[in-house]
């Protein structure tokens, strides 16, 4: 089992900054084994793929909402992965969840494809 605990979230003013972190724990843990993304829910709407660290730690991707604002990033030594958010606009306002993948084939982008989710942790952009 993996337990995935996102910490960090908060009410920030449009253009402002937050980082999110997400700690990694249990037994069968390792930043070897598991792609980990960051995916975002909206009230009335799906859950959106934000970013992704590839397993390697060699990759990452982002949706394109958040394209050149956000950074996803991690410490192999504390087992924890962060989502730098910079440049905040309210329709970024959602709970942020972290996800932990042991998809190969391709960068798992979709929420079925993830193992593991935190609980979530809320982010509310004003204007």
């Known amino acids: 089992q993996v337990q995935l605990v996102e910490s960090g979230g908060g009410l920030v003013q449009a253009g402002g900054s937050l980082r999110l972190s997400c700690a990694a724990s249990?037994?069968?843990?390792?930043?070897?084994?598991?792609?980990m993304g960051w995916f975002r829910q909206a009230p009335g709407k799906e859950r959106e793929f934000v970013a992704l660290?590839?397993?390697?730690?060699?990759?990452?991707y982002y949706g394109d909402s958040v394209k050149g604002r956000f950074t996803i990033s991690r410490d192999s030594t504390e087992n924890l992965v962060y989502l730098q958010m910079n440049d905040l606009k309210p329709e970024d306002t959602a709970v942020y969840y972290c996800?932990?993948?042991?998809?190969?084939?391709?960068?798992?982008?979709?929420?079925?494809?993830?193992?593991?989710w935190g609980q979530g942790a809320q982010v509310v952009v004003s204007s």
């Open positions: 249990g037994r069968t843990f390792s930043f070897s084994r598991y792609a």
């Open positions: 660290l590839s397993w390697s730690n060699s990759d990452t």
């Open positions: 996800g932990a993948s042991l998809k190969r084939l391709r960068p798992p982008m979709r929420r079925n494809e993830y193992d593991y």
